[in-house]
């Protein structure tokens, strides 16, 4: 949703969704869990094989997409909005819960 229509709501909806939305984030993060789980349980069952990259290998992967984030960074800023902030969030937050 687009801040505009978010505006358009009166407070007494913005409040109730963002409630609901507190209360789902978990419902919501466990369920996907779950589904992570059961997919992956099925996939090796099937004999399937998960496979860790070497970091040089993981680190090469990154290099390669480094311009499709500079892009997300730089076309957010034009509009205003924090990219590098959310980029920056969502980079951290992948490091601090790697397996």
Same mark, same amino acid.
């Given at each position: 949703?687009?801040?505009?229509?978010?505006?358009?709501?009166?407070?007494?909806?913005?409040?109730?969704?963002?409630?609901?939305?507190?209360?789902?984030?978990?419902?919501?993060?466990?369920?996907? $869990?779950?589904?992570?789980?059961?997919?992956?349980?099925?996939?090796?069952?099937?004999?399937?094989?998960?496979?860790?990259?070497?970091?040089?290998?993981?680190?090469?992967?990154?290099?390669?997409?480094?311009?499709? &984030? $500079?892009?997300?960074?730089?076309?957010?800023?034009?509009?205003? &909005?924090?990219?590098?902030?959310?980029?920056?969030?969502?980079?951290?937050?992948?490091?601090?819960?790697?397996?």
């Amino acid at each position: 949703m687009n801040k505009g229509k978010w505006n358009a709501f009166p407070a007494d909806v913005q409040k109730t969704i963002e409630e609901i939305n507190v209360e789902y984030i978990e419902k919501l993060g466990r369920l996907w $869990d779950d589904y992570d789980k059961e997919a992956k349980d099925y996939f090796i069952e099937k004999g399937g094989k998960i496979i860790v990259l070497p970091k040089a290998e993981a680190d090469r992967w990154a290099e390669k997409v480094r311009p499709l &984030l $500079d892009d997300y960074v730089k076309e957010t800023k034009a509009k205003g &909005l924090p990219g590098d902030e959310a980029l920056k969030f969502f980079q951290d937050y992948l490091k601090a819960h790697q397996k």
